[in-house]
């Protein structure tokens, strides 16, 4: 059996830590995994959910502190550090396995700490492109001269983050790709080609209000389409949690441009299947990207998808196969996609069905489940 520890900071609402809690309670019913997760910042809201599900969580009495320290930075990451090395130390598990980018720093550096000698297997998992890096440069020399040495695996979930991980000094046998997997059949929606003629049509997005995720593009394709196409009839629906006090900054402009009959941000959605079961159409404007869990549950949804052409979403959407790229930060190409698509029903049925057949092929949770379980055979070896 294999003891596995997880790390991240919290189990947040997020594509990373859905996927954790999908794949990992899963393996840690099989007897060859002894799995759970630690976070040492706080639980998350996912916690309970993920105890629900068989896999454990553990967030030290101490890590309460570490997140009022918010104005003692250095201390704060210096007691992180600690942290994650004497939970290391004390459960002397197989494998270690980070996610996201601040879990890898501290898991790195608390790692370093422990010497050689009888160190566990290191594995990270990198889940977005590496601007990060340009933004803040030590960060990049520390991650790419200190940190990505450790590692004996690499995971990327898109093969554009694999060609960072190559950039960044990784060699292709240490890189292992895992795209995210959910239950594909769990979306199945079994539509007919004439629920898209249904009119008003019903568009759909989904991701928290970071600027980053395109909704200022959206918005704005949205007004050019009532400028110019007035004939056409939809609303918009936007689920995801406010960020950075932009929801407020959203409001103003729809109540600017009389765009409230169009579009409604309808906050934190706990029911994605039957948000999505309203949908004709599914856009993600986002302007960086891994590998988007909501586009993966759209396609699973039969739905035509419109996205932008970064990162990993090509490895998702084929242009004009199962949906339609455009370029990002461009809300004239955003709306001229949206025009096409929504005069052209049979072919949003086709894009539709294409996509449904994509994900269940390459996007079902029984393929990552697969990967995983070669990754941890392999690096145990």
Not at 221 to 244: P, T
Request: include cysteine; glycine fraction near 6%; charged fraction near 20%.
């Amino acid at each position: 059996m294999k003891k596995i520890l997880i790390i991240i900071d919290a189990l947040d609402v997020g594509g990373a830590e859905m996927d954790i809690i999908r794949n990992f309670s899963v393996l840690n019913q099989e007897a060859d995994f002894d799995m759970s997760v630690f976070t040492y910042h706080h639980r998350g809201a996912l916690a309970d959910l993920s105890e629900e599900n068989g896999l454990p969580v553990d967030l030290p009495k101490i890590g309460k502190i570490i997140t009022l320290l918010q104005k003692l930075p250095l201390i704060k990451q210096l007691l992180t550090i600690l942290l994650i090395r004497q939970k290391i130390k004390q459960d002397r598990p197989d494998i270690i396995h980070s996610f996201l980018l601040r879990p890898y720093f501290y898991s790195a550096i608390a790692y370093l700490l422990m010497g050689k000698k009888n160190r566990p297997i290191f594995i990270m998992s990198r889940l977005n492109l590496n601007f990060h890096q340009q933004k803040y440069p030590l960060m990049a020399v520390i991650e790419t001269k200190i940190c990505h040495p450790l590692c004996d695996k690499v995971v990327g979930n898109s093969k554009a983050i694999l060609q960072d991980l190559s950039d960044e000094g990784i060699a292709p046998h240490r890189q292992y790709l895992i795209y995210n997997g959910i239950d594909t059949t769990q979306f199945t929606m079994n539509r007919k080609a004439s629920f898209y003629h249904q009119k008003p049509f019903t568009l759909t997005a989904i991701g928290n209000l970071h600027s980053y995720k395109g909704y200022d593009d959206l918005l704005n394709a949205v007004q050019i389409l009532q400028a110019k196409s007035q004939e056409l009839q939809f609303k918009l629906l936007i689920a995801g949690r406010d960020e950075s006090d932009n929801l407020a900054r959203y409001q103003q402009f729809i109540t600017a441009h009389k765009l409230v009959p169009y579009i409604e941000f309808i906050g934190h959605c706990d029911d994605i299947l039957s948000f999505l079961a309203k949908s004709h159409l599914h856009l993600h404007p986002s302007h960086t990207e891994g590998l988007p869990n909501a586009i993966i549950e759209a396609m699973s949804a039969e739905l035509p998808v419109i996205a932008c052409n970064v990162g990993g979403i090509p490895e998702l959407i084929t242009h004009q196969e199962n949906g339609l790229l455009v370029e990002p930060c461009a809300p004239q190409q955003l709306a001229d996609a949206i025009k096409t698509l929504l005069a052209q029903p049979e072919t949003m049925y086709r894009y539709g069905q294409r996509g449904k057949q994509k994900a269940d092929a390459c996007f079902h949770i029984s393929n990552s489940l697969a990967a995983y379980r070669q990754l941890y055979g392999e690096s145990a070896q």
